[in-house]
């Protein structure tokens, strides 16, 4: 199957996404933690553009490389290539190999948004974060600069596995990012953990109920075993 291909058999609709922006991202680690996977977090360099704004989606991975040898033209066309092929309702993820450019800008970040992109997480750079904040597109880059991708920099796969700062990430997987980190969770597992997170915010609201009581902190934990 095209690598293209791959992006069109998902269901990017599901509805877990709506589910998880109502959690936050200290549930998911301690549900994936329970689970025997709690190296699922992103570099804490990578932040969010707005920290009050939560995302979560199936994601679509892009990577990439710079390239000194193309020029403008070529870099342009095959980036809106990449603009194209992201799905609806996806969560782009892109590590672009490279820490000196904007891998994200106004226009680009105003395309996801009349596509439906869920938002965008890069293992890199993003300019133009004034206007990108306005468009209303969320998104989350480790550094700023001005300087683009044109004539520097091309896509070069599509929806196939990469890697961010050591986490495994496949299209189809699922991102939950706020503004305390964004954690990866694989797809195999993402009717548990979303069923376990939500358990523990009703947990941890009876736990909140116990103590705006007067129950002590210590008694509080016993019972519901959570704090």
Known sequence: MPTDAVSQ?????DGYAERLEMCYSGA?????RGLGLPDQILPRTIRPLDPSRPLAGRIFTVSGHADFTVDGHTTLLEWTKMLSR???NSVVICQPNDDTLAHMGELSAETFVYKGVRGYLCDGGCRDTVRIKETGLRVWFRYHTPRDVVGRWVPDRFAEPIVIGGVSIRTGDYLMADGDGALVIPKEIIEEVTVKVEEVLQTENKVRTAILEGVDPV???LRHRKF
């Open 28 to 32: 998911v680690y301690d549900v994936l």
């Open 219 to 221: 008694d509080a934990y």
């Open 86 to 88: 992201a799905p609806k």
């Open 9 to 13: 058999v998902v269901d990017y609709a």
